[in-house]
C-alpha cells in the first residue's frame, strides 16, 4: 500500500527495484460523502493501481536509455512444428507500457530462452501450467524472479480474439495482421495483465505488431551474454559494446540503439537503407550538428504520452509534449532544402505528420514555467481563458480591484469622500458621509441600487448587487481559479491522447534520426568506413578494430590498438582463415 510522503515513494521505489509488486491505495470518496454516512464515517480507500516492475510509468524509476518491458508468453498445446521440440506452439508478446510499443512473435521451446533475452523483459508473465511444467523448468530457472506466474485465464486463446477487439474498440484483431493461436494468447495475456494492473486506466498501447520469423539475428542465450552486448557478464553497462559505440542525444534514440543491438537485420536491403541514412549524414557534417543540437533539447514524448493517458501526468508532460512538437518542427526546417536518403525522408514524413494545431494549442495554453503537479496551478498562460484571468486578478489583486470599484463609483456618485471597507460582520461595504446620504437614496433608482446596511453617527455604509457578488468571487476566487485549470488540463489531455498514434510516430521518427546522426559522429570520431553488405557468404574485414577493446586500451595504454584482418568466407575456409577481430 502506498504511503503519504517521500518516505512512501522511496518505499515503493525500492520495492520494485528488487522485483516486488506494490499495490498502491487511494482515497476515492469526498469527504463530504463520508459525512452523509455519519460523522465518524471513515472516508472509502480503494487499491486504484498494481505496480509492478514491468508496469513502472513514474519517471525517476524509469532509466531514460533504457526500454521496460513487461512479456507474456502464450502456448498452444500440439499446435507447434518439429522446430519446437515438444509439438507445442509458443509466442511471446512485450509492452513497455512507458512508451505504448506493442510487439509478437512465434518462438519455439528450444530456442524459448534465447528469444526471452534478447529482449530482456523487466517481468514474464506466464501461465501456471507452463511455469511448472517440467520441461520448461530450466528456462524459469535461469529468469529467477522475473517469471510471474499467473492464472491461465488470461491466457485463453479461445476468448484473446474478444478481449483484443475490446481493449481496442474494433469489430476484429484481424485488422491488425494475421496472427496464430499462439500470438492470440500472448497477446492477450498482455492486455489482460495490463487490465490488472492498472484497473481503471487504459494506457494508449500501439496495436500489436508482429515479428517476422528471421528478420533478425538468432543469437542463443550463452552467446548473446559472451558477446556483451548491452552488459557485462558481470551486468554492469560500462564495457559492454553499447556503451562503447552510443553517441545518442535522446532517451529514444539509445532505446532505439540498445533494440537494434540486441536484433542484427538479416535482410541487406534494409541495413543498406539504414546505411545510407549513416552516410548522408557522415557527408553532411553542419546538417548532423544542427539535427543533434534540436534533438538534445527533444525530450521523451511517448513516456509523456504514456503518463498523461494513465491520468498519472503533470503539467511537465504536457510541456513535453510542447517541446517535443517544437523540435519535429525545427527539425523539418533544419533539412527542409536537403536531399534525403528514403530512411531520412520516411522518418521526416512521419514529423510532418504531427498535428500542427496541437503544437499551436499548447503553446497558446501553457506558461513557460510549469509546476510539478496540477493541482499546484498556475500552469495555464495568461490570455488563455478570460474567466481564470479575472479569478487570478480576484485571487492575487484584489485590492486593486476594490480600488477600481471604488474610484468608479466615486466618480459615478460625485462623492470624492466615498470609501469601500470591509469588516467581518459586513463584509465589504461603501461608506459615506452622513451629508452625501441624500445622492445614495434619495430617489428610486439610487435605492434600488445602492442597498442600506448601517447607519452611523456621521456616516452610512450601502451596498450593491456588484460588491455582493465581487465578494463572494474575491472569497471564492482561489478555489475557482483552481477548477478551471483542472479543467484545461483534461481538455487538453483529452485532445493529446486523441493524437496518440501521431505522436509516437513522430517521437519514433525523431529516435530514427538520432540513431543515424550518432553513428554518423561515430564513424568520425573513431574513423569508422562504411561496410559492403550484400546477401552473399563472403564475409572479409580488413584492418579491423574491436569498438570495446580498442576504447580501453586508449584509455588505458599509450599504444595504440592493433587492427587484425578476418576472412570467413566459404573459400577461405578452414586452412586460410584468418581470425582475430
Known amino acids: 500500500m502506498r504511503r503519504a510522503g517521500a518516505r512512501g515513494g522511496r518505499l515503493s521505489a525500492k520495492l520494485i527495484a528488487q522485483g516486488h509488486r506494490v499495490a498502491v491505495c487511494e482515497q476515492v470518496e469526498d469527504p463530504a460523502e463520508a459525512k452523509k454516512r455519519g460523522s465518524k464515517s471513515v472516508v472509502r480507500r480503494d487499491v486504484v493501481r498494481l505496480v509492478t516492475p514491468g508496469t513502472i510509468t513514474e519517471e525517476k524509476l524509469l ?9 507474456t508468453l502464450g502456448r498452444v498445446k500440439g499446435q507447434g512444428g518439429s522446430a519446437s521440440g515438444n509439438g507445442d506452439s509458443y509466442a511471446l508478446a512485450w509492452i513497455d507500457i512507458s512508451t505504448g510499443s506493442f510487439r509478437v512473435a512465434e518462438s519455439a521451446a528450444d530456442r524459448l530462452l534465447a528469444d526471452i533475452l534478447r529482449v530482456d523483459p523487466r517481468e514474464l508473465i506466464v501461465a501456471d501450467p507452463i511455469y511448472h511444467d517440467p520441461e520448461l523448468r530450466a528456462v524459469f530457472d535461469v529468469l ?15 476468448a484473446a480474439s474478444g478481449r483484443i477487439a475490446r481493449f481496442y474498440g474494433v469489430a476484429t484483431p484481424e485488422s491488425f495482421g494475421q496472427f496464430s493461436r499462439a500470438e492470440l494468447a500472448a497477446i492477450s495475456g498482455a492486455i489482460a495483465y495490463v487490465e490488472k494492473t492498472q484497473i481503471s486506466e487504459r494506457p494508449p498501447l500501439a496495436r ?18 559472451n558477446l556483451e552486448l548491452t552488459r557485462t557478464l558481470s ?39 539504414r546505411l545510407d541514412c549513416v552516410s548522408f549524414l557522415s557527408a553532411e557534417t553542419r546538417l548532423c550538428e544542427a539535427l543533434r543540437a534540436v534533438l538534445k533539447g527533444a525530450p ?20 513535453a509534449l510542447r517541446a517535443g512538437l517544437e523540435a519535429a518542427r525545427q527539425v523539418l526546417e533544419a533539412v527542409s532544402a536537403a536531399m534525403l536518403p528514403d530512411g531520412l525522408k520516411n522518418a521526416c514524413d512521419a514529423l510532418s505528420s504531427l498535428p500542427a494545431d496541437l503544437s499551436s494549442h499548447l503553446d497558446r495554453a501553457l506558461a513557460e514555467e510549469l509546476p510539478l503537479l496540477r493541482r499546484d496551478g498556475g500552469f495555464v498562460r495568461t490570455g488563455y481563458n478570460a474567466e481564470l484571468d479575472e479569478m ?38 461603501i461608506e459615506v458621509t452622513a451629508n452625501h446620504a441624500e445622492v445614495m437614496n434619495g430617489t428610486d433608482a439610487a435605492k434600488a441600487r445602492f442597498i442600506h446596511r448601517q447607519t452611523m453617527a456621521n456616516a452610512m455604509r450601502f451596498t450593491t448587487t456588484e460588491l455582493a457578488g465581487l465578494e463572494t468571487k474575491i472569497a471564492n476566487a482561489a478555489d475557482r481559479a483552481l477548477q478551471i485549470e483542472l479543467a484545461v488540463f483534461d481538455a487538453l489531455l483529452e485532445k493529446v491522447v486523441s493524437h496518440a498514434e501521431a505522436i509516437r510516430a513522430g517521437a519514433a521518427a525523431l529516435s530514427e534520426i538520432d540513431v543515424a546522426a550518432a553513428a554518423a559522429v561515430l564513424a568520425a570520431s573513431e574513423n569508422y568506413c562504411r561496410p559492403v553488405v550484400d546477401d552473399g557468404l563472403s564475409f572479409h574485414i580488413d584492418g579491423g578494430r574491436h569498438p570495446v577493446v580498442e576504447q580501453a ?8 590498438f592493433v587492427a587484425n584482418d578476418c576472412d570467413l568466407s566459404p573459400r577461405a575456409m578452414p586452412s586460410t582463415a584468418r581470425y582475430g577481430c
Open 208 to 225: 500489436p505488431e508482429r515479428e517476422e520469423s528471421g528478420s533478425s539475428l538468432f543469437i542463443d542465450a550463452a552467446t548473446r551474454a
Open 300 to 319: 521523451d514524448m511517448p513516456r509523456a504520452l504514456s503518463r498523461l493517458a494513465l491520468r498519472r501526468g503533470g503539467p511537465r508532460d504536457l510541456g
Open 553 to 560: 586500451l586508449h584509455r588505458q595504454l599509450a599504444d595504440p
Open 63 to 71: 532509466a531514460p536509455s533504457e526500454a521496460n518491458y513487461m512479456m
Open 144 to 158: 529467477g524472479r522475473v517469471a510471474n506466474p499467473q492464472p491461465a485465464a488470461l491466457f485463453d486463446s479461445a
Open 235 to 273: 551486468g554492469n553497462r560500462d564495457g559492454s559494446l553499447l556503451k562503447a559505440i552510443d553517441r545518442t542525444v535522446t532517451g529514444g534514440g539509445a532505446r532505439l540503439l540498445a533494440e537494434r543491438l540486441t536484433s542484427p537485420l538479416t535482410d541487406p536491403a534494409e541495413i543498406n537503407r
Open 392 to 429: 487570478r486578478a480576484l485571487r492575487d489583486q484584489s485590492r486593486r480591484v476594490i480600488a477600481g470599484m471604488e474610484r468608479d463609483l466615486a466618480e459615478e456618485t460625485g462623492i470624492r469622500s466615498l470609501k469601500i471597507r470591509h469588516n467581518n460582520v459586513l463584509g465589504y461595504y
